[in-house]
């Protein structure tokens, strides 16, 4: 089944404690993003990848990184956690760029930072 | 700056209702757009997209039409079902060639009354 796979769907932690939240796809796109889902501000992108190796800057970057060593993975690494990334967060993939093609989304994971 | 908006933020029609969603944007300059279905709980579903030389897609009981001088597009739903009930959110790609960033706006929760 073609699919986005999110892990974990629920993370709680303490500030300061690296984490990553893994993405990956089994579709062979060459596009993902990472985006947070926040009540009243809906989703905004952190990052996104073009391609393998290639990577930029969304609307909020700020205390996210990203590495897309293959094709099918996307990870989102949150090096120092604080409270105010408590969020939703979603990745998704396309076959290329934002433009062309509809995304799709994985389920999400919960994060909690306390 | 580049923003997309959605009004209004809910709706609550009944069973059999034709219905209309609005998403505006600022800069007609968009690569595409599209609308997606978010089911609480879960990811986001890409229901259309439009490029910007279109005027309207179709799938099924939904249409969803731009109009880029005025910085416009309408989700149009037939026949409203109880299974419609979700949050429907429009993304905007802007630029003249196929990009990673997408903007997106709040969303319009819907509720569709048996």
């Known amino acids: 089944e073609a699919q986005v796979t999110q892990n974990p769907r629920y993370l709680i932690t303490v500030t300061g404690k690296k984490l990553t939240v893994t993405c990956s796809q089994n579709m062979n796109h060459e596009y993902m993003s990472w985006y947070r889902q926040d009540p009243g501000l809906g989703l905004r992108q952190i990052y996104y990848?073009?391609?393998?190796?290639?990577?930029d800057k969304g609307d909020v970057p700020e205390g996210y990184k990203v590495s897309r060593k293959e094709k099918r993975n996307f990870p989102l690494i949150l090096e120092s956690p604080s409270p105010n990334q408590t969020s939703l967060y979603f990745c998704a993939s396309s076959p290329a760029g934002a433009g062309n093609s509809p995304l799709h989304f994985g389920n999400g994971t919960r994060l909690t930072v306390t | 700056k580049q923003e997309v908006t959605q009004i209004p933020a809910a709706l609550s029609v009944p069973e059999g209702e034709n219905l209309v969603l609005n998403c505006s944007f600022t800069d007609s300059a968009i690569y595409n757009l599209q609308w997606f279905r978010q089911d609480p709980g879960k990811g986001l579903t890409s229901l259309l997209l439009?490029?910007?030389s279109q005027r309207e897609q179709t799938s099924g009981r939904l249409n969803a039409s731009l109009d880029k001088s005025s910085g416009r597009s309408t989700l149009y739903i037939a026949a409203s079902q109880p299974g419609d009930s979700a949050t429907y959110l429009c993304a905007v790609s802007w630029g003249s060639g196929n990009t990673g960033k997408l903007i997106f706006g709040q969303g319009t929760t819907l509720q569709v009354k048996p």
């Open positions: 990848s073009m391609n393998v190796e290639v990577t």
């Open positions: 439009i490029q910007s």
